[in-house]
């Protein structure tokens, strides 16, 4: 079992900038490919980044390359997503989620553990 708890939520002006975080707790953190997802009212759930077990690759959406980057410490147990230059159109609650192996993915279904989200609102 992983428990994963994310932070770093709140509302920020459009152009701002935001850190999240999601903290583990359980089974080795290590051996877990971590991603975030968003969900907007009336929205499906959807892909925003994923970093592999080592950290060595990231993958992001299109609609926030270049401006979020993922990352993660292993002796934290804690992944992280910056986000930089944010539009009204990134509001969600924002969700991590732990799939055990090296790589991430950017299908829900495909993800063993998730957080129970944090709110993230941009006003214009």
């Known amino acids: 079992q992983v428990r994963l708890v994310e932070s770093g939520g709140k509302l920020v002006q459009a152009g701002g900038s935001l850190r999240l975080s999601c903290a583990a707790s359980?089974?080795?953190?290590?051996?877990?490919?971590m991603g975030w997802f968003r969900q907007a009212p009336g929205k499906e759930r959807e892909f925003v980044a994923a970093i592999s077990w080592s950290g060595g690759s990231t993958y992001y959406a299109d609609s926030v390359k270049g401006r979020f980057t993922i990352s993660r410490d292993n002796a934290k147990n804690t992944v992280y997503l910056q986000m930089n230059s944010l539009k009204p159109e990134d509001t969600a609650v924002y969700y991590c989620?732990?799939?055990?192996?090296?790589?991430?993915?950017?299908?829900?279904?495909?993800?063993?553990?998730w957080g129970q989200g944090t709110q993230v609102t941009v006003s214009s």
């Open positions: 359980g089974r080795t953190f290590s051996s877990y490919a």
């Open positions: 989620a732990a799939r055990f192996g090296y790589s991430g993915s950017d299908t829900p279904a495909e993800y063993d553990y």
